[in-house]
C-alpha cells in the first residue's frame, strides 16, 4: 500500500509532468516545508532538479527569495549604508575571485561593503574559500563583523551564519551537483540592514530580467545585474557586458563596451582558475598590484561599477580611475590587512603574502 504523497511531491509531478510553473505563493509554501526540516533529501534534491530543468519562472524565483528573506538572521544596523559585489555562479567558466577583490578595492576606494557570500558548491574557491586562506575567521560573532564593517569599511557575511535553515538542504544540495534556484537567489539575500546598493552578476542572459524584476520591490536605492556576454556571471574586460540598471526607481538597459574605457583587454582564459591555489594567488596579485594589465583591469571594472551604484562616482570612467589608483598606491593591500587584522589571524595572511612576494 502506497503512503500518502507530500504537499512537496505534488509540487514536483506538476513541474515535471506538466512544466507548470508554481506560482509564488506555492513556492513560498514549498520552501516553508522545506525548511522546517519535513521532507526528505530526496524530495529537496527532487524539486530544485524538476526547476532548473524546466526553467525557473519569475514567480518561483520571486517566492523563494521571500521565503529565504523572511528566515534570515539580520545583520546591523551598522553607521551608515553599504553595498555589496556577488556572481549568481552556475557558468561553466571558473573565474578567480573577481567580486572579492572589487570589494576590497571598492572599499580601499572609500565605500563601505557589506560582502555576502559562501563557500564554493562547485568550482575550487568561493569568497569564503578565499578569505579564510588568508586568515578570516568564517564563525565571528556579529559584534566583531560590525566593527570591522564600521572601522576598516568592509566586512565578510559568511552565508550559513545568517542563513541558518540553509543546512537542512546542505546535503540535498551537493547531491543535486547543478546550479539551482538557490544559486540565483541565494546572493539577493545580504542580511545587512544598511545594504543601499548592489553589484549582481549572472552567468545566464535570461536571468538579467528576472532578477531585475525581483531587486526593483527590494528596499535598494541602487542596483545593476550584468552578464557579459561569452558566459561570465560578473563585468569583464573580454568583451561587452549586457546591463540593467536600476537608479531612482527606474530600469534601464545598456551595453559596457570595455575598449571605450582605459582597460587592456584579457581573453577568457586569462581570468578562468583550476584550483583554490591559483585562485588565492591570482585574486592577491590583483588586490596587491601584481597582476597582469588585463587580469587587473577585470577586478577594476568590478570595482568601477561598484564605486557607481555607491555614489561615489558619476561615471564609470571616474569609477576606473578610482579604483586603479587605490591599487596602485597601495590602499587595496592595506585595507585587506586591515580586514584579517580585525577579523582573524594576520600572521596567516602574512605567510601568504611572503610566498606571494617570492614570485615577485
Known amino acids: 500500500m502506497n503512503s500518502a ?29 522545506i525548511f522546517s526540516g519535513t521532507e526528505s533529501d530526496i524530495a529537496i534534491g527532487s524539486f530544485l532538479t524538476a526547476l532548473a530543468m524546466k526553467g525557473e519562472s519569475d514567480d518561483e524565483i520571486l517566492g523563494t527569495y521571500e521565503a529565504v ?25 571558473k573565474t578567480f575571485n573577481i567580486s572579492t577583490a572589487a570589494a576590497i578595492v571598492t572599499a ?34 556579529n559584534e566583531r563583523l560590525l566593527r570591522s564593517l564600521d572601522k576598516v569599511g568592509v ?7 545568517f542563513h541558518p535553515l540553509m543546512k537542512n538542504i546542505s546535503i540535498a544540495r551537493r547531491a543535486v551537483g547543478i546550479r539551482t534556484i538557490l544559486n540565483i537567489v541565494g546572493p539577493l ?33 541602487k542596483f545593476m545585474v550584468a552578464y557579459s556576454q561569452d558566459g ?25 563596451h570595455p575598449q571605450e574605457y582605459d582597460l587592456t583587454l584579457s581573453e577568457k582564459d586569462d581570468l578562468t582558475i583550476s584550483s583554490k591555489s591559483d585562485c588565492v594567488r591570482l585574486t592577491m596579485e590583483s588586490i596587491y598590484g601584481y597582476a597582469p594589465k ?9 570595482a568601477a561599477a561598484a564605486l557607481l551604484i555607491g555614489n561615489l562616482v558619476d561615471k564609470l570612467s571616474e569609477g576606473i580611475e578610482l579604483a586603479r589608483n587605490n591599487i596602485q598606491n597601495g590602499n587595496a593591500r592595506a585595507i585587506l590587512r586591515e580586514l584579517i587584522r580585525e577579523c582573524g589571524d594576520e600572521e596567516q595572511l602574512l605567510t601568504v603574502e611572503r610566498t606571494l612576494l617570492k614570485r615577485h
Open 294 to 302: 588585463q587580469i587587473q583591469d577585470a577586478v577594476v571594472l568590478n
Open 232 to 256: 561570465f556571471d560578473e563585468l569583464t574586460n573580454t568583451c561587452d557586458s549586457k546591463v540593467i540598471y536600476f537608479d531612482q526607481g527606474e530600469l534601464s538597459t545598456f551595453l559596457i
Open 189 to 221: 539575500c545580504n542580511p545587512c540592514i544598511n545594504l543601499s546598493a548592489q553589484l549582481i552578476g549572472v552567468s545566464n542572459p535570461s536571468l538579467l530580467t528576472q532578477i531585475a524584476n525581483v531587486m526593483k520591490n527590494s528596499n535598494l536605492k
Open 69 to 93: 528573506r523572511e528566515k534570515e538572521k539580520a545583520f546591523g544596523p551598522a553607521s551608515g549604508p553599504s553595498i555589496d559585489i556577488c556572481g549568481t555562479g552556475g557558468e561553466a567558466l
Open 155 to 161: 566586512t565578510f557575511l559568511f552565508a550559513p551564519n
Open 108 to 141: 580601499a576606494s572609500g565605500c563601505r561593503v557589506a560582502k555576502h557570500g559562501n563557500r564554493s558548491m562547485s568550482g575550487p574557491c568561493g569568497s569564503a574559500d578565499f578569505l579564510e586562506a588568508l586568515g578570516f575567521d568564517l564563525l565571528l560573532p
Open 5 to 33: 504523497r507530500s504537499p512537496l511531491q505534488a509540487l514536483i509531478e506538476r513541474v515535471v509532468t506538466e512544466k507548470a510553473n508554481l506560482s509564488r505563493a506555492e513556492t513560498v509554501f514549498a520552501f516553508d516545508r
